[in-house]
């Protein structure tokens, strides 16, 4: 015990004691990492780069090979048309039917086939058969047949058995209708001016007139019908020619 001055009480000595110890400071909280990126599988950023070029190339190179095409298939062009042109001087070509408002109810008129008498050199404009009835007229260039068609070439009168070319003259062919036949016939000494075939009918005969509008035509009588004399008909792309006796 400590002795302490007089008139004091000693004091027992105080227990020592421990040091306080301070503690640490609480750790910042640490950053969350950031997750891994997923892995690409699509194409590499190059990869566009190259599809921007080619795609104007093969742009350019398709434009190229039709330009080149096309200027082939112009090349080859003439030959094609001067194959089309040989064929069309070889065939001849058939209007169509009158139309039926401009045919008489009494007409049959019908399409024929190619006469074997028939030149590939003049082109035929209008072919067919019709039955003319007494009392009508037929207009060969339009195909109808009536009591009053718009320009009438041959009438067959009631009173007579002859049938009339319209337009002054009518012809014997020789050795079949063509066109050069009907034509040497037609500006020969021996063409009927009357326009009159007086001489009744043969079957098979043809006989040539110029039409209203002067074109060449042929007209051979087939059979007469209850309904009137039946004929088949052409008529040429080429003008009549003039008789010798005009």
């Not at 004091?11 to 997923?38: A, K």
């Not at 058939?94 to 030149?119: K, N, R, W, Y």
């Not at 009744?200 to 007209?219: K, M, Q, R």
Request: proline share 13%; aromatic share 6%.
């Amino acid at each position: 015990m400590t002795r302490e001055p007089d008139g004091l009480q000693p004091h027992p000595p105080m227990p020592s004691q421990p040091p306080r110890l301070t503690p640490d400071p609480p750790e910042p909280p640490r950053p969350t990492p950031d997750p891994p990126e997923p892995a690409h599988h699509g194409p590499p950023a190059w990869s566009w780069w190259v599809v921007g070029i080619l795609i104007p190339v093969v742009g350019v190179l398709a434009t190229v090979f039709a330009q080149s095409s096309n200027k082939d298939s112009g090349d080859a062009s003439p030959a094609a048309g001067a194959s089309a042109t040989a064929r069309e001087s070889a065939t001849v070509d058939v209007s169509d039917s009158p139309e039926p408002e401009e045919t008489a109810s009494g007409s049959d008129l019908t399409t024929l086939e190619p006469s074997p008498s028939d030149t590939a050199t003049v082109k035929i404009l209008k072919r067919g058969e019709f039955t003319l009835p007494v009392g009508n007229s037929a207009d060969l260039e339009n195909g109808t047949v009536g009591e009053s068609v718009k320009a009438p070439d041959i009438y067959l009168a009631e009173d007579v058995a002859y049938f009339s070319g319209m337009n002054g003259r009518v012809a014997h062919p020789s050795g079949g209708a063509t066109a050069k036949t009907c034509a040497t016939a037609l500006a020969g000494s021996e063409v009927k001016q009357t326009g009159n075939i007086q001489d009744g009918f043969d079957e098979g005969t043809w006989y040539c007139i110029p039409t209203s509008a002067n074109h060449l035509a042929g007209v051979q009588w087939l059979s007469t019908s209850d309904k009137g004399e039946r004929f088949h008909y052409i008529v040429w792309d080429m003008p009549a020619p003039s008789s010798d006796t005009d």
